[in-house]
Each structure stands twice: as C-alpha cells, then as structure tokens.
Nanobody, 121 residues
Framework: QVQLVESGGGLVQAGGSLRLSCAAS????????MGWYRQAPGKQRELVAA???????NYADSVKGRFTISRDNAKNTVYLQMNSLKPGDTAVYYC???????????????WGQGTQVTVSP
C-alpha cells in the first residue's frame, strides 16, 4: 500500500512564503515523476510544477520565478517552496507521484489528500 502525505499549507499574506512537503510511504520500488497540482474553487485542477527522478523540472508560467520544486530521493519526499505569493495562488494543492510499487512491473498515479493554501490581499 502506498500513500502520499502532505503538509505545510496555511494562510499567508500576499508577498509571503510557504513551503509544502509531500512524503511517499509504503511498499515502494521506485518513484518516477513527482509534482504539485492545484485546484481553485470553480476551476479545473492544474499543474503547478513537476520534477523527474533525475531532477529535471517544469513549471506553470504563472509560477515561474516564484515557486521552486525539489525532491529528496532518499526520503521519497517532494517540496514546493512558494515565494511572492499572490491571492491568485489560493487553492487546494495536491501532491502527485508516479510510483512503481514493490512486486509490480508498471507505475501508477498516486495523489495526496490536498492541503489548503490561502493568500490574503
């Protein structure tokens, strides 16, 4: 059984910073791509940032230069450092990972439970 547990959301004023963490645990053989998505009320879930197992990253245009994604492979953990936050960043943030469980040959998508990020004006 594999699960993703997120932490680090909260309320912050515009211009502030937050750091999200997501730890994968369970019967894991390997983890490929990890990333963060977000969903604001009335909107579709969108990719915020992703990182490959080798460290290659990509970002949504709206967060480039403000957010940084990183991972610690030894801890099966992905982070999202969010700086210069704007009210438009308010959303539920979801961790995603493409994981190969032990005894499996192929990977599957796993999601965290979501963490609320609220940015006040």
């Amino acid at each position: 059984q594999v699960q993703l547990v997120e932490s680090g959301g909260g309320l912050v004023q515009a211009g502030g910073s937050l750091r999200l963490s997501c730890a994968a645990s369970g019967s894991i053989s390997s983890i490929n791509r990890m990333g963060w998505y977000r969903q604001a009320p009335g909107k579709q879930r969108e990719l915020v940032a992703a990182i490959s197992s080798g460290g290659s990253t990509n970002y949504a245009d709206s967060v480039k230069g403000r957010f940084t994604i990183s991972r610690d492979n030894a801890k099966n953990t992905v982070y999202l450092q969010m700086n210069s936050l704007k009210p438009g960043d308010t959303a539920v943030y979801y961790c995603h990972a493409d994981i190969v469980p032990i005894l499996y040959r192929s990977s599957s998508d796993y999601w965290g439970q979501g963490t609320q990020v609220t940015v006040s004006p």
